[in-house]
């Protein structure tokens, strides 16, 4: 696609490939004058300034190998050097369109003394050697530089600082409204913060009527001491803190304020200002900035309504009938990862916003019961959806206020201050608030049938290995139990072998990726351990048999079952007779029931936190923290959710088992140590078709 909606102006630029009888040192974002045209091919007249290391004269370039552009497009990219920064620029059409279009009194946004300042467009120079008039001129700008008050920085008379295209980073007709503008590093002496302007207000710029520079700082947002504000990183994300001091500084005008951001910021303070202080915090997390620079933090305030639409109720807005599907594999680390991202955790809620994320995040498999509650018009599933569900899919950030609400809606007022455990929650979120029934319908060997919505790893420490799975402890734990599932489950949530929040029976787990149930449910046709026909015998015995694949259930057919136990250590062993289902037909592949792992919640120190996988890939893995850091003190401060990618959970998770389990902890990475030694509770659902 040519920047020239008109070609007939004849003027190219290189941006790939190898020019055919071409000059020495010719190289990508040369700008040349087509002379003719054969078939695919342009004979183009390299162009520049004599003092310019771009060489001139003529050489055959492809049609495809370049960009078509006008006569003025082409003298604005001549004056841009070095030749990398031209194809920067053609390789963004939106911001050199916009370029080339400015006008005087135009906004801008420049590189200028190793920082971004704003200024005013005031001439669009022509530049042409004069002992040299076969150069072709070439075209800058005059700007008029801004200071972080919106007035000139001082400038004395004289000629205004020149400026390539290759300079300005921003253009009035390229930025959206709200957009970002880089202020100098000095209104936190060296912060390496822009501060957030609105748009608005500088694109009404100029000249008044009535004379005057019609300067003036936006307009002071309401905001009072204790506020949540965003500004924005010179990497254009937000960086979020708490509005601890509004007045004003020695030497500056207006009302400045004092900002504790959630994370530490090149040479930011401890409250200090020059030699005073207006308020203590952590160091290099507070600065000092114009209060009309600072918003509301806007993941804290409501969203605003769409237009009604056509034979649709005006509360539609409310995201109740909306059903925001999970957040697809390719887009969560965009929409998911970084500080403020995630559950907002606030008072002994991180047992709650750990189970939410790795519930609902990337995990379609309640979507049917939420929305089915939802359309009861009950409060609490109400909540949910609207205000967390879907904002965590939709925003990827819920606030602590939307957790809070929800939390009271709970039944319980321990919900809202005490501390619990996920497995409690978990039965009060499925039964009391998406009304479901139980999860699993657990058979005991006396034929009694037992409902629950998670299931409690019971088993003797020498039943499996010292670095067992959660496949060998469940297995286990059912033959031990003489337990069986009544069919296989929708959801999975199986708690690891704990007492209370501190002792464990494993220093280690490793979390199965598949959970195969096809051995543990009740009436279901199994494999022979040894030649894969259908077995008739179940031994619990040589589930411990080293021999045999510690860990791992054993059924055999007849024949085999006699080979087995012709072994004088297995003479003694107590076999049990499972029921075959007569509508097997002799020799049909059986079926696998399986599960698969979608989240786990680990605990260290009384804190919760999840693994959750984000999509079907191997190493889509995030790793959520809902209290990871927290900016200002107890009383006016709040807590600083996070959200990480952690591929190399993948990788671990990938291995064989014979290699997870010989892993040196000490060489592993931190999440990975953290998925083997703190893990609580393992959530699996069922593959999909």
Known sequence: MDLAEDCSDGYFIITRGKARNSLRGIQKGSVGRVQARTGGELSVWLLGASSHAFPRGEVLVRRDDGLF????????????????????LVAN???????????????????????????????????????????????????????????CPGRKSGPLPLFSAGDIVQAGSSCPANAHWAWPNKPSEGLDLKITSWFGSLLSLGPPEGGGDGLGPPEEPLLEVGSMVELVTDKGAPAYGLLRWMGTLKGKKKTWAGVELDRETTNGTDGMFGSRRYFTCQKKRAVFVPLGFCRPDARFLPMPAPPPQHGKPEESHLGI???????????????????????????????LDSALFSLFSSSAALDGACQEAASTGREAPRILKRDIINKLRSQGFVPAESVMNFRKQLGCDSFLTEEKDPEEFVSVLLERVLGMKPLLRIRSENGMTQDAYTFQIILDKDQVGTAPTVQELLDASFVSCGLQLEETP????????RFGKTYKMFSQIIPSTELDVTDLLHNSPRECFVCGRLAQLECATCLRDRKLQPGRIKQYCCLCSAQVHAHPLRQDHTLRALTVPAEVPEGAPLPRHRLQLYGVLCIRTSH????????????????????????????????????????????????????????????????????LCDSYMCLYERAPV
């Open 69 to 88: 552009l006008s006569r003025h497009q082409a003298q604005l990219l001549l004056f841009v050097t070095p030749a990398a920064r031209r194809l920067e």
């Open 93 to 151: 059409p939106q911001l050199f369109l916009a370029i080339c279009s400015l006008a005087c009194n135009d906004p801008v946004l420049v590189k200028h003394a190793k920082a971004h300042w704003p200024g005013l467009l005031r001439k669009v120079v022509q530049i042409q050697n004069k002992s040299s008039l076969e150069d072709f001129p070439m075209l800058g700008f005059e700007v008029e530089l801004l200071d972080s008050d919106q007035h």
């Open 321 to 351: 009938d909306t059903d925001v599907p999970p957040v697809p594999e390719a887009e969560a680390l965009q929409l998911l990862e970084g500080r403020m991202k995630g559950i907002q955790g606030h008072y002994n809620s991180c047992y």
């Open 490 to 497: 929708l959801c999975f949530m199986v708690q690891m072998p």
């Open 608 to 675: 919760y936190v999840a693994f959750v996988k984000h999509g079907p890939g191997p190493h889509s893995w995030l790793f959520f923290d809902s209290m990871a850091d927290r900016c200002g003190d107890d009383s006016r401060g709040f807590n600083v959710p996070e959200v990480r990618g952690c591929p190399e959970v993948g990788d671990f998770l990938t291995q064989p088992e014979e290699t997870q389990a010989r892993a040196d902890l000490e060489l592993v990475s931190e999440h990975v140590s953290r998925l």
